[in-house]
């Protein structure tokens, strides 16, 4: 049985698809790719534009979602983040 | 409140500065760290945990500079007006660290509860300070409070320990350990003076040991950057 992904682990997915399909994606790819259920993964759409990690664009059939620049970070500096989380015992 | 003046043995007067003066550098560095954790992942947990950290340094910080400053004072006191002024210093100086590092405790006790309400954080704040606002022996009563609160601090961290086993997160358990062990001491400083070293030297080890874990997650996070995920 695999190991249930923490919220940082999931954050890092949904970014990577984003990325891997060149920084622009629609929502059904996210929610096939991502693995999440559409309620979880409407939640953390919210979650990572207020955060600043992507942003939500109008296109022709409905909207996309791009990854921004502090979204990228987050992918670069993932390892820091997870080390650093994991050591000081934190985690919302 | 006069027996606080003498907490600390003679000739370790300067050291006690000094050890504090290394506790304020090496939790400002966790708190900007964290500050910085949270500028990348907008984890809410960093920017309490920073902000935790940035209280205890602050309360570090003013204890050593006001009672620096009362040491230098009481050495050159003649009269008995600049002996109680340079008191006046030293219980400035305990009163800015037992309102500082009782605020980063409350704050680092409120996030063991995984609760987002911050009015929980205010709550065990003001109940702290009451209490040792009300207390007659304030010097042990902040140690007494301190010591409560990381006690349920290092019962959350040995649940997170169990759970994940990471080394790293070892460390930083070791380190409440410690802490709760110097505090602990510290509460018998006023009537026996060497527990005030005592104190200070498990502090020391405490906050070595963070400093451990902080060095060991910089290493591992440069590392980590050539591979992006």
Known sequence: ?92 | MGHILYCSPRWFYGYDIILEIVFAIITFAVAMYSFRIYRLSGQRDSRLFGFAFLLISASYSLWAILNGFAVSQLESARTILELERANIWRYLGIYAHILFFLGGMSTLTYMTFKNKNARLCSLIFVLALTAVILAEQKYIATYLLSVILLFYIIIEYINRYSASKNKNLLLTLGAFIFLFLGRFEFIFSPSQNIFYVIGHILEFTAYILILASLITVIKQGNKGKRFIP
């Open chain 1, 1 to 92: 049985m695999e190991k249930k992904r923490n919220k940082l682990e999931i954050i890092r997915d949904i970014l990577k698809v984003i990325r891997e399909r060149n920084g622009k994606i629609k929502p059904t790819h996210i929610l096939y790719k991502s693995n999440l259920s559409h309620q979880m993964m409407g939640d953390y759409l919210k979650e990572l534009m207020g955060k600043g990690f992507i942003k939500e664009i109008k296109v022709k059939r409905g909207k996309s979602y791009i990854i921004t620049d502090k979204g990228l970070d987050y992918l670069n500096q993932y390892a820091l983040i997870t080390n650093f989380t994991s050591s000081f015992g934190l985690g919302e």
